[in-house]
């Protein structure tokens, strides 16, 4: 059995208040009664139902603050969780708050009444606009083909009432390189050592747009205007993308300027992290001896063939002219070295490869 204390919603109003947004202050006035008693939970049953009373009166000041920041609402349900025992739990059976965000109790228990919460305000709102999907290249007959990469696995636990959510960092045995490619095509017809080859590839892109993905998602310690940059990166990479599937020499050119800034943008964000800097330029080299100073074991050495930061310039512009095959090997060098980039950021909470399992909403059956 464990137990948690929640913290009165006047407080939780102000901590939360101070971590994202000074304007909280407008609606703190009005925040519900405290909860004086501490609540018993206990994993792999259910939660009790006075701890979802009070999660539910805390919710609107929550999702307030969370509309405020013009979070998606599909989005808030995992962020109103974080947030609420960051700030709201002020004390419980586990050793710390991280130790119960990533405890059975949380993702089995507690989380789903967040869930609940955004789908009986919003309804299909919180369903958003479909399952989030990341796009990826890998070479089939010599010619760049798409890969639509879930964020997500979901895997029904009980028909119609659970299912069970997944955050893979690698490619998992139940997706087939089929499912993932686009156009589809036999792979049947394609040599076995060429069928080995294209799976390494796709395993290898997958693995690194779904941790880069987690890495920038899950990052904590990153303000101003860091976190900005930061949730823009991934953007970099789908523009890329996108021009490089045109097959159009003069778009491609321009997606080795996406990869350029998406490889920038990490240099910087981990140098603010670190430092609370801020470093401009385009130049790699500079950033890279600016990170040194914060930051050791960085191997910057694959990105010595790459253009320099007035080359890559003209590349934006199609000044110079690179091949989809040059920005697919831009592509993959830029992933490598995101993913280390990002991998260094600090993370409180890790969810690589962890799972949730959520009652299944009605338009989700």
């Not at 590839?201 to 904590?220: F, G, H, P, W």
């Not at 976190?227 to 953007?235: F, H, L, Y």
């Not at 592509?331 to 600090?346: H, K, N, P, T």
């Given at each position: 059995?464990?137990?948690?204390?929640?913290?009165?919603?006047?407080?939780?109003?102000?901590?939360?208040?101070?971590?994202?947004?000074?304007?909280?202050?407008?609606?703190?006035?009005?925040?519900?009664?405290?909860?004086?008693?501490?609540?018993?939970?206990?994993?792999g049953v259910h939660m009790s139902n006075e701890l979802k009373d009070h999660i539910n009166?805390?919710?609107?000041?929550?999702?307030?603050?969370?509309?405020?920041?013009?979070?998606?609402?599909?989005?808030?349900?995992?962020?109103?969780g974080k947030l609420f025992v960051e700030a709201a739990i002020v004390d419980s059976s586990f050793q710390s708050n991280e130790e119960l965000l990533g405890s059975e109790v949380y993702l089995e228990c507690m989380l789903p009444l967040f869930n609940d919460w955004y789908h009986e305000k919003y309804g299909d709102l919180a369903k958003g606009i479909g399952k989030e999907v990341y796009s990826g290249i890998a070479l089939a007959y010599g010619q760049p083909v798409k890969l639509n990469i879930p964020a997500t696995t979901n895997e029904v636990i009980e028909e119609g009432k659970l299912a069970k959510m997944t955050f893979p960092h690698h490619?998992?045995?139940?997706?087939?390189?089929?499912?993932?490619?686009?156009?589809?095509?036999?792979?049947?017809?394609?040599?076995e050592c060429s069928v080995k080859?294209?799976?390494?590839?796709?395993?290898?892109?997958?693995?690194?747009?779904?941790?880069?993905?987690?890495?920038?998602?899950?990052?904590?310690n990153i303000n101003q205007p860091a976190?900005?940059?930061?949730?823009?990166?991934?953007?970099h990479f789908e523009k890329g993308i996108s021009d490089i599937l045109s097959f159009k020499s003069e778009l491609a050119s321009i997606a080795c300027w996406e990869f350029h800034l998406a490889i920038e943008k990490s240099i910087k964000v981990l140098i603010h992290s670190k430092s609370g800097n801020s470093k401009h330029g385009h130049n790699l080299d500079d950033l890279i001896v600016s990170l040194s100073k914060y930051e050791d074991g960085v191997d910057s050495s694959f990105l010595s063939g790459l253009p320099s930061d007035k080359d890559a310039i003209k590349l934006r512009y199609a000044e110079m002219k690179k091949t989809p095959i040059d920005a697919f090997n831009?592509?993959?060098?830029?992933?490598?070295?995101?993913?280390?980039?990002?991998?260094?950021?600090?993370?409180?909470?890790g969810i690589k490869n962890g799972s949730i399992t959520l009652k299944m909403a009605p338009w989700a059956r």
């Open positions: 059995m464990s137990s948690i204390v929640v913290l009165k919603s006047s407080q939780l109003a102000i901590l939360i208040g101070k971590h994202l947004t000074s304007r909280l202050s407008r609606i703190a006035g009005t925040a519900p009664q405290p909860l004086n008693s501490a609540l018993n939970l206990q994993a009166e805390h919710m609107p000041y929550i999702d307030q603050i969370l509309a405020e920041q013009n979070i998606p609402i599909h989005k808030r349900f995992f962020i109103a490619l998992q045995e139940s997706e087939t390189l089929e499912k993932l490619i686009q156009p589809k095509f036999e792979l049947s017809k394609m040599e080859a294209l799976r390494s590839q796709i395993e290898k892109v997958v693995a690194l747009t779904r941790s880069i993905n987690l890495d920038l998602n899950m990052a904590s976190s900005d940059m930061a949730q823009g990166i991934w953007s831009y592509y993959l060098i830029a992933l490598e070295f995101v993913g280390d980039m990002v991998s260094r950021l600090e993370h409180k909470i």
